[in-house]
């Protein structure tokens, strides 16, 4: 009998550990687990052990590799356009790989302190016609790609690779959480148009934006959840902790408000910095997409459980807005897969085997 083939992912964030194993033959064989709430990252090893332990014993062996999906506050987005005259023979993937290649060089020339996580080519411009995607057989005189390149700083990236290295465990790929996130609830919901995912998490607030199935830009705010919980702190003077567990339950269970704590008072301040967060991303979208009319918002990320239907007519926005249960599994499938293949556009970055020769050389694959 064949060895069971697992996949295991863990989403690093600034409050939490997600994670799940997944067997890429029987979906009923998949296990998940996240940790409790932190602000603390000093015992992150330890919360990674003790998940891993948990996945070990359901899968009866060793994990040694992982794929690690992060988000950051400090991640860029950065676009470039590249263009090359040919011969007119007939187009190679060699000479786009070269475009690539080039502009690669040019982002980590100019960010030396960043590492590309994702290569997303959004247009194939070739004598002057565009493509979304690289046409077979084609004769060609000029080519011009427009890339987005996705970067991580490269500190943290190499923080996290120490601390899963402490428990035996390697990294094969980095995924930026909430792109691939916004990917397949994407697909899932079968949404057209002019989409934009925000995922709100503790310290920040990611913008994915796109256009049917292009990708417009991604844009991180450094607001979050927490920036709530200060305020609840701060103005019904009360503690951080107990603020954060008022945030998170404020939906669930009134029974944590005393007569201290007016519901009303409790709702104006929850909604008034929320919509201050929203209305900072509805301005980064029409900024940066440069589409006219209207566009949707899709809401995701632990963020904006403080937010359902119900509370929906609170804030003071247009209606095109929506809101994803997002739950632990659907994290983790969305690492999955993305790992599979989900988006056509991106250039499909593979790690070489971790030996001496360095944790961020890579190898260019592209066309899934």
């Given at each position: 009998?064949g ?7 863990f989403?690093?964030?600034t409050?939490?550990i ?7 033959d029987?979906e009923?064989e998949?296990?998940?687990n996240e940790?409790?709430f ?12 003790k998940?891993?332990a948990s996945f070990?014993?359901n899968?009866?062996?060793y ?9 950051s ?11 090359k005259k040919l011969?007119g ?10 475009l690539?290649?080039?502009?690669k060089?040019?982002i980590?020339k100019?960010?030396t302190?960043?590492?590309i996580t ?10 002057n016609?565009?493509y979304?995607?690289?046409p ?7 080519i011009?790609l427009?890339i987005?390149f996705?970067?991580l ?13 402490k428990?035996?465990?390697l990294i094969?790929q980095?995924?930026c959480s ?6 397949n ?10 989409i934009s ?6 310290n920040?607030t990611s ?6 199935e ?6 991180v705010l450094?607001?979050?959840g927490?920036?709530i919980t200060k305020?609840?702190?701060?103005i019904?003077e009360?503690d ?5 567990k008022?945030?998170?339950n404020?939906?669930q269970?009134?029974k ?10 409790l ?9 201050e967060?929203?209305?900072l991303c ?20 632990d963020g904006s ?35 599979t293949g989900?988006n ?10 971790q030996?001496k020769?360095?944790?961020f050389?890579k190898l260019?694959?592209?066309f899934?």
């Open positions: 009998m060895k069971k083939k697992f996949k295991t992912f989403d690093y964030g409050s939490k997600r994670a799940g194993v997944l067997n890429e029987n009923s998949n296990f998940y940790s409790e932190f602000t603390d990252h000093l015992n992150s090893e330890l919360k990674i052990q998940i891993t070990e014993k899968i009866n062996e994990i040694n590799n992982i794929s690690l999906m992060i988000d506050s400090k991640m860029l987005s950065i676009g470039i356009s590249i263009s011969d023979s007939k187009l190679k993937k060699g000479n786009v790989q070269f690539i290649q080039e502009a060089q040019q980590l100019y960010y302190n960043y590492k994702h290569i997303i080519i959004n247009n194939y411009k070739i004598d016609i565009d979304s995607y690289l077979d057989e084609i004769e060609s005189h000029f011009s427009d987005i996705i970067c700083p490269g500190d943290i990236l190499l923080y996290l690779k120490n601390v899963f290295s428990s035996n465990i094969d980095i995924i909430s792109y691939a996130k916004s990917i609830y994407k697909s899932n919901l079968n949404l057209t148009g002019h995912f925000i995922d709100i998490g503790f920040k913008i994915i934006s796109y256009f049917n292009k990708m417009l830009f991604l844009d450094p607001v979050g927490n920036n305020d609840i702190s701060k019904l009360i951080l902790k107990q603020s954060e008022i945030k998170l404020f939906n269970d009134r944590l408000l005393n007569d201290d704590i007016p519901i009303n008072k709702e104006k301040i929850i909604f008034a910095r929320t919509e967060i929203l209305e509805r301005k980064s979208i029409k900024s940066n997409s440069l589409i006219p009319g209207e566009f949707k918002m899709v809401l995701m990320g459980k403080i937010l359902d239907s119900q509370n929906k007519n609170k804030i003071n926005l247009l209606n095109n807005i929506d809101f994803l249960e997002e739950s632990l599994e659907d994290v983790c499938q969305s690492g999955f897969k993305f790992g989900l056509k556009q991106e250039v499909v970055v593979v790690p070489k085997k030996i020769q360095g944790f050389e260019f694959h592209f899934r």
